[in-house]
């Protein structure tokens, strides 16, 4: 994308920042930003969203401490997956509070041994084998076909995909009705809707 932007658009100064979107969410809304990509679109505020992109979600895991019985790359139920302990991002951000809703479709609870805020740091666990995840196979390209992680996409029984899905919406803060200054409104001599006696 940022090549992209500099080729086409060399009048346009791009900064990017990478954060988790409860982080996110909370810069769109103050301004702070002029545009976020998030993975929920709830609690928004003055700012205007649209869909980019829907993605399955998997349960990841090393190859050598898998705690399900299904292989990798089968479909794994939610109750399974919630079962495990559970590394996910804090429960400000996008992916844990649709991780948790598709749990309460469910009617089960998640085993969350450890929240970060950080998806460094919970790839970082990943990698010895100390934790499973839930996360998107683009959050670890980089691992997974080097063999380092497994992963399986997650079944809901009672939800009306079969597959877990999470979708991206491009954010942007609404601009603001500016007030009009009390000077700058007429003084002239306004008719009233009746004649005066």
């Known amino acids: 994308m940022a090549e992209t932007v500099r080729l086409e658009m060399p009048e346009v100064q791009l900064s990017t920042t990478e954060a988790m979107t409860g982080h996110l969410r909370e810069w769109i809304m103050k301004g702070e930003v002029d545009l976020a990509l998030l993975c929920d679109n709830a609690s928004f505020g003055d700012c205007a969203s649209s869909l980019l992109v829907t993605e399955d979600l998997r349960f990841y895991s090393t190859d ?96 009306v995909a079969d597959l877990v899905k999470r979708k991206f919406w491009l954010a942007e803060l609404l601009p603001r009705e500016q007030p009009v200054p009390i000077c700058s409104l007429p003084t002239d001599y306004w008719p009233c809707s009746r004649e005066a006696p």
């Open 64 to 159: 050598e401490d898998r705690p399900l019985s299904t292989p990798p790359e089968e479909p794994a139920d939610l109750t399974d997956v919630a079962a495990t302990d559970l590394v996910l991002p804090s429960e400000k951000d996008g992916l844990c509070i649709f991780i948790e809703r598709a749990a309460r479709a469910e009617l089960i609870g998640l085993n969350i041994s450890i929240a970060i805020g950080s998806m460094t740091q919970i790839k970082a666990l990943m990698a010895p084998g100390s934790c499973y995840t839930v996360l998107s196979p683009a959050a670890v390209h980089a691992m997974a076909p080097a063999g380092t992680l497994v992963g399986a996409p997650i079944r809901c029984r009672e939800v």
